[in-house]
């Protein structure tokens, strides 16, 4: 019997991937190498399906007869040195875009071990991309979408996530993508700032806009997206009020919150010791992380404590000690925030937390030592990034731009180049006509 391999993700299977396996087993036994988790979220999104529950559905496939795990695109090369396969079979999809150059290295190291590959002409007019994205535009519900931050936490190197303040910028952070040679690039979840949601309500950011409000924007956001959302929470108010907030946002399928380490009347932290702001105590505050972290529904809602230490120039050691503290409170993940312009601060910090015993996830929100890469960001440990004002930011400069070019003109033709044209923001939203 001559050993066949091939190389599968398998999520939303569908008779495109049945095609592929009826080749392969009228060439002989087939091993079929399934993308682990891991794997898949290296090059695309991650799957619907973990790889328990796709394994299993490949398992039972006729024609099958074995399903071994694949770590990535690059795994096929030891897996084809190990298992030494007479074929390798893949459809004619991989000829292009980022499967590209791994086709290539199969070719190479099939010669090496004296097999060959066969490429069944791909499957037209389906493919589980597209039948992805049409299930995602169904929407989602509270719970799948609270539960996806933990699971991304585990898979990705480092979660990615962007400011959103209505349903309109809600709907960039879920379609926004980049092809870089084939890697697709997006942004895995959202950031409900407080500094974004008060300054497009016309209201400074001083805890004004209360709870309240704020979760009609994270409904009205909710409404039209699926991807995992992370709220500011401000200073939480008071333990008492952060635990009924705590339960809304569980019920509204938010997956976790950020409330920051300060009392009294709340100050925009890129004010840092500009603005008259007071750091609270490291009990009152690990009281108040205890109190959520009792009020919870879910298992897997997470409460961040954000540590404003550098912020007011207390020193990293300070901010290492509240870090300490806020996680035996049960903090399930670190917030450490910085203004200063180089990102010094925050790497020593995140070296030194490397060392702590008990550790959980480090976030940060590189607005101001902006320099740094998420490269090297994964390199010292940090596993979400808050890009945490730049939809709203860069929305400003050019409606201010429109408002005064009309004024100048005493009509709007001068403007309409600035502008979207009409029949583009007609179709933005799907429905319209
Ligand atoms: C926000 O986006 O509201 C934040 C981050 O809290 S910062 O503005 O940097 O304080
Ligand atoms: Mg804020």
Known sequence: MKKVFVGMSGDVFHHGHINIIETAR???????????????????????????????IIENIKGVSKVIPQDGLNDYIRIIRQLKPDYVVHGTDWREGIQKSTREKVIEVL??????????EYTKDISSTAL????LELGTTPDVRLKKLRRLI????????????????????????????????????????????????GKPDIEYVDFTSRNQTIDQICDVTTKPIIVDGDTGGM????????????????????????????????????????QDSIENFSNKISAGKRSQVTEEFMIIARIESL??????????????????AGADGIMIHS?????????????AYRHFDKKVPLIVVPTTYNQITEQELIDIGVNIV???????????????????????????????KLCLPINEILTLIPGGK
């Open 26 to 56: 009228k060439l002989g036994d087939v091993t079929v190498g399934l993308m682990t988790d891991e794997g898949i979220v290296s090059y695309k999104r991650p799957p619907l399906l973990n790889y328990d529950q796709r394994k299993k």
């Open 111 to 120: 010669k090496e071990v004296g097999g060959e590959l066969i490429e069944p």
């Open 132 to 135: 992805v994205n049409e299930l």
């Open 154 to 201: 585990k898979l990705k190197p480092i979660v990615r996530l962007l400011e959103v303040h209505n349903g309109l910028t809600g709907r960039i952070v879920e379609k926004t993508r980049v092809d870089l040679d084939g890697e697709i690039r997006e942004f895995d979840g959202m950031w409900i700032s407080s500094l974004t949601d008060s300054i497009s309500k």
């Open 239 to 278: 333990a008492e009020h952060f635990s009924y907030a705590v339960k809304t946002l569980e019920r509204l399928g938010v997956s976790a919150v950020i409330i920051e380490d300060k009392i009294g009347l709340k100050r925009n932290s890129l004010f840092g010791a500009d603005a008259n702001q007071t």
């Open 311 to 328: 912020i007011l120039r207390k020193g990293i050691d300070n901010a290492l000690e509240r870090a300490y503290a806020y996680i035996q």
């Open 339 to 351: 203004k200063e312009k180089s990102p010094d601060e925050i790497v020593t910090f995140c070296k």
């Open 386 to 416: 808050i890009y945490a004002n730049h939809l709203l930011r860069s929305a400003y400069p050019p409606m201010l731009k429109t408002a005064e070019t009309i004024l100048k003109n005493g009509r709007s033709f001068e403007a309409e």
